[in-house]
């Protein structure tokens, strides 16, 4: 198997920016894993946020009211779907990067 194949696969399914690092191109492939896991996490935590309150609302009630878990997550879901957009489009560039980038070829 080619190299450029393993790479694009590497940063397809393992995480994005894996396939530079395999080709040689080491700080293209380590802003790409930095700048992923930024994306992701920042919008894990928006998430989180916004269950935070009804987490501890519920376990003081023995219930959780899912109108209130619903409009506490809608309101953080504009900038995590912004973030996790942005993670696509980077995913997505990785990839392709990956696979016809003009890196060390071998």
């Known amino acids: 198997m080619k190299l450029n194949v393993k790479a694009a696969l590497l940063s397809a399914f393992v995480l994005p ?52 878990l619903s409009q506490k997550l809608a309101a953080g879901a504009p900038a995590a779907k912004t973030l996790l957009a942005c993670f696509a489009a980077l995913w997505c560039y990785a990839v392709i990067d990956a696979l016809f980038g003009r890196g060390n070829r071998s």
């Open 17 to 68: 920016g894996l396939g530079q690092v395999v080709r040689g191109e080491r700080v293209k492939g380590g802003i790409l894993l930095v700048l992923s896991n930024l994306f992701v996490l920042a919008a894990l935590f928006l998430v989180l946020k916004g269950m935070g309150p009804v987490l501890v609302e519920a376990k003081l009630n023995g219930t959780v009211d899912a109108i209130n």
